[in-house]
C-alpha cells in the first residue's frame, strides 16, 4: 500500500460496497450511500481500491475508486455544508428534465444532494460528480428533518431483501436495517450489531420497552450478532430472509423458535453516540 492518496472523498454512486479487502470477492462489509464522506486511510496497489472510513459511521473498508470523488477534508466538509437535501422516498430517479428525458442517475433512499431551483413541482438536483438531474420535489427532505415516521417507515421497507452486508433500501441486513431507520429519527447507531448493543442502555424487562428499541439474538461465544426494532405487544421488525415482523411470544405463530432461543435482551440506544473521530493511515 502506498501513502499516496487523498485524505477525503465522497460516494458518485447509488450503492458503493465497502469489502473486507480489497477484491470484488472478499465478503461485502457495509456499503456506502450517495453523498456520503469518508476518510481515506490509504490506497490498494495500482489505485483501484482504496482503504476507506466512512463518516456517517466509522466503519471502515475497502472500496473502488471508480465510485469516489477525491477531495481535501475541507472539500468534503463544503459538500456536506452545501448538500443539505436527501432523498426520502426509497427509490427515484434523476432526469434530465422535469418528469421526463434520460435517466441521470438512480437514487435510493437517504442519497445526499445538492438541490438548486424548481420547476412545476419539480427540483433541480446536482450529484457529487457535478451531473445535474431533475426529481420530484416530494422526493426530498431536508438533511436532518424526522422523515416518514418509524411506522410508516418500516412499512414501506416491508418485504425488502435481505443482504449480508446491505446498508441500503435495495437490500439490507439486520443492522443496516436497524442502523438505517433510526438515522431518519434523529438516531445514530454504530454499523454492526454488536456495537449496537454497546452503545444501549439494557431494558430489564419487555414491560418498559417501547417502539424503536433494539431487540438483540445470539449466543455466549458470538454475543449480539442479529438485531430488529422493538414494535410493542411482543412484535418486533428485522432483517431476516427479508424485513419482516416475528413475535418473542412462545406461543404466538408468528414466533420464530430458533431466533427466540438466542434472545438477548432489548436496548434502548444511547442519543449521545458520534462515530470516532478520523484516524491517521
Not at 25 to 42: I, N
Not at 61 to 77: F, M, N, S, V, Y
Not at 90 to 110: F, H, I, N, Q
Not at 133 to 141: H, I, N, Q, T
Amino acid at each position: 500500500m502506498t501513502t499516496r492518496s487523498p485524505k477525503a472523498a465522497v460516494v458518485s454512486l447509488p450503492v458503493l460496497d465497502l469489502r473486507r479487502a480489497p477484491d470484488h470477492g472478499s465478503e461485502l462489509a457495509s456499503q456506502l450511500l450517495l453523498g456520503e464522506v469518508v476518510q481515506v486511510l490509504g490506497r490498494g496497489r495500482g489505485g483501484r481500491w482504496l482503504r476507506v472510513r466512512g463518516l456517517t459511521d466509522g466503519y471502515p473498508g475497502w472500496a473502488r475508486a471508480w465510485g469516489l470523488i477525491p477531495a481535501t477534508p475541507a472539500r468534503g466538509r463544503r459538500w456536506l455544508t452545501r448538500a443539505r437535501y436527501e432523498v426520502s422516498v426509497l427509490r427515484t430517479e434523476a432526469r434530465s428534465e422535469p418528469g421526463a428525458g434520460a435517466v441521470v442517475s438512480p437514487l435510493l433512499w437517504r442519497s445526499r444532494l445538492i438541490r438548486h431551483s424548481r420547476r412545476r413541482g419539480h427540483a433541480l438536483i446536482e450529484l457529487p460528480d457535478g451531473r445535474r438531474g431533475w426529481v420530484a420535489e416530494g422526493s426530498l427532505a431536508r438533511v436532518g428533518r424526522r422523515g416518514a415516521g418509524i411506522v410508516r417507515r418500516i412499512q414501506s421497507l416491508m418485504g425488502a431483501p435481505y443482504l449480508w452486508g446491505g446498508r441500503s433500501s435495495a437490500a439490507l441486513d439486520c443492522s443496516g436495517f436497524t442502523q438505517l431507520v433510526l438515522a431518519e429519527e434523529g438516531v445514530k447507531l454504530p454499523r454492526d450489531a454488536r456495537d449496537q448493543w454497546r452503545v444501549c442502555t439494557e431494558i430489564p424487562g419487555r414491560e418498559t420497552a417501547r417502539l424503536g428499541d433494539l431487540v438483540f439474538f445470539g449466543s455466549a461465544e458470538r454475543g449480539q450478532a442479529h438485531v430488529g426494532l422493538y414494535l410493542g405487544d411482543g412484535y418486533f421488525v428485522h432483517a431476516r430472509g427479508r424485513v419482516g415482523i416475528n413475535s418473542l411470544d412462545p406461543d404466538n405463530l408468528l414466533c420464530d423458535n430458533e431466533l427466540n432461543d438466542q434472545f438477548r435482551g432489548i436496548g434502548r440506544p444511547r442519543r449521545t453516540w458520534k462515530p470516532k473521530g478520523p484516524k491517521s493511515a
